[in-house]
């Protein structure tokens, strides 16, 4: 199911909201807040971050669509939470340190940081993944994605401060 490009226009615009208010709730609670960051994470989930996972989770329902319903369950959550990976994670790190304007900042580090904030955050993540990706409408999934990103996006945001 291809989506048109007006339906892929209004979620990519909803997910960047969703990611700018998520971080926007970090950046405040840290005392990161700025224009600039704002703006950044809100173009990058608008654009690379709809565009990506969009498309994963359409490949995702091509791969395991003739899977029996268990196995579908079990395929869609698992490949879910493989894609939000401490790469991922580390990614979206990066991309916050570069529109923050802390480049200088960026090291092997926030890798490390990414990856306990993965291992912690499995319980959690295989819950939420499972419901997205097995209850959500492949249509309504980059939203549900999205929102439950910007929830992670506190959490990964305070985890590079934490961990």
């Known amino acids: 199911m291809k989506p048109n490009k007006r ?22 609670i840290t005392g990161d807040y700025s224009v600039w960051r704002g703006l950044g994470i809100f173009i990058m989930g608008s654009t690379l ?11 995702i329902e091509r791969r395991i669509g003739k899977m029996d319903k268990r196995r ?3 395929a869609n959550t ?5 894609y939000f990976n401490p790469l991922w ?15 200088d900042e960026i090291s092997l580090l926030l890798l490390q940081s990414a990856t306990i904030a993965f291992l912690i955050n499995i319980p959690i993540s295989i819950g939420a993944n499972f419901v997205i990706q097995n209850k959500v409408n492949l249509k309504y999934r980059f ?3 999205a929102l439950f990103s910007g929830l992670m996006a506190i959490y990964y945001s305070m985890s590079s401060v934490w961990f």
């Open 7 to 28: 339906s892929f226009f209004k979620q990519a615009i909803t997910g960047g909201l969703i990611y700018f208010s998520g971080d926007t709730i970090a950046a405040l």
């Open 49 to 59: 971050y709809a565009w990506e996972i969009q498309t994963y989770f359409r490949w």
């Open 72 to 74: 579908r369950m079990v």
């Open 78 to 82: 698992s490949l879910a939470l493989i």
């Open 89 to 103: 994670i580390a990614r979206h790190l990066c991309i916050v340190y570069l529109v923050s304007g802390k480049a």
């Open 143 to 145: 939203w549900a994605s």
